[in-house]
T-cell receptor
Framework: AQRVTQPEKLLSVFKGAPVELKCNYS??????LFWYVQYSRQRLQLLLR??SRESIKGFTADLNKGETSFHLKKPFAQEEDSAMYYC??????????FGTGTRLTVIP | DTGVSQDPRHKITKRGQNVTFRCDPI?????LYWYRQTLGQGPEFLTY????????KSRLLSDRFSAERPKGSFSTLEIQRTEQGDSAMYLC??????????????FGPGTRLTVL
């Protein structure tokens, strides 16, 4: 069965500090991983996907199949990064399995 | 078309009543998904459509739940004989079919259901 684990419900960092949001997954097939973000009073939106290997808003995430992880990283956190972050796994053709989310607070 | 829309945004109902929610996807998107999100949890998949065909349903979708997409455009999700455990945010998403960035799921604002 597929599972996505985000071990931290809350994470606080100071502005300018590095940030890492952890995500581990369990899936027997070839995974497709995503990070979604939800800013205050906004809808859920895609931040990045592992197959794109891109950096969005300074965030990157590398799929590590050996450790079954897809941690989200940013070297210098900004106040506008404060939001709820969800890691998601696309298992099979279509539906997404989400983790429970991590609320990131960047302290000025 | 500015994105996925959902109506109503909030619904308060009494236990045992029926409720219906509507989702309007991005116009060119042929796939439509329903998710449910309870407090402290991530969204959980309920069901998805490709055009008008309902192709997959989660075990979470009990027989009190029914979803339709009659013309392959908007979709409705109906909950019959609501229970307090049905209280949640109901999210709709849409995407194009296929793989890659074109199949990105775009989410609506959600309908928050409260069952008293």
């Amino acid at each position: 069965a597929q599972r996505v684990t985000q071990p931290e419900k809350l994470l606080s960092v100071f502005k300018g500090a590095p940030v890492e949001l952890k995500c581990n997954y369990s899936y027997s097939g070839s995974p497709e991983l995503f990070w979604y973000v939800q800013y205050s009073r906004q809808r859920l939106q895609l931040l990045l996907r592992h197959i794109s290997r891109e950096s969005i808003k300074g965030f990157t995430a590398d799929l590590n199949k050996g450790e079954t992880s897809f941690h989200l990283k940013k070297p210098f956190a900004q106040e506008e990064d404060s939001a709820m972050y969800y890691c998601a796994l696309k298992a099979g053709a279509n539906n997404l399995f989400f983790g429970t989310g991590t609320r990131l607070t960047v302290i000025p | 078309d500015t994105g996925v829309s959902q109506d109503p945004r909030h619904k308060i109902t009494k236990r045992g009543q029926n409720v219906t929610f509507r989702c309007d996807p991005i116009s060119e998107h042929n796939r439509l998904y329903w998710y449910r999100q309870t407090l402290g949890q991530g969204p959980e998949f309920l069901t998805y459509f490709q055009n008008e065909a309902q192709l997959e349903k989660s075990r979470l979708l009990s027989d009190r739940f029914s979803a339709e997409r009659p013309k392959g455009s908007f979709s409705t999700l109906e909950i019959q004989r609501t229970e307090q455990g049905d209280s949640a945010m109901y999210l709709c998403a849409s995407s194009l079919s296929g793989t890659g960035s074109g199949a990105t799921q775009y989410f609506g604002p959600g309908t928050r259901l409260t069952v008293l």
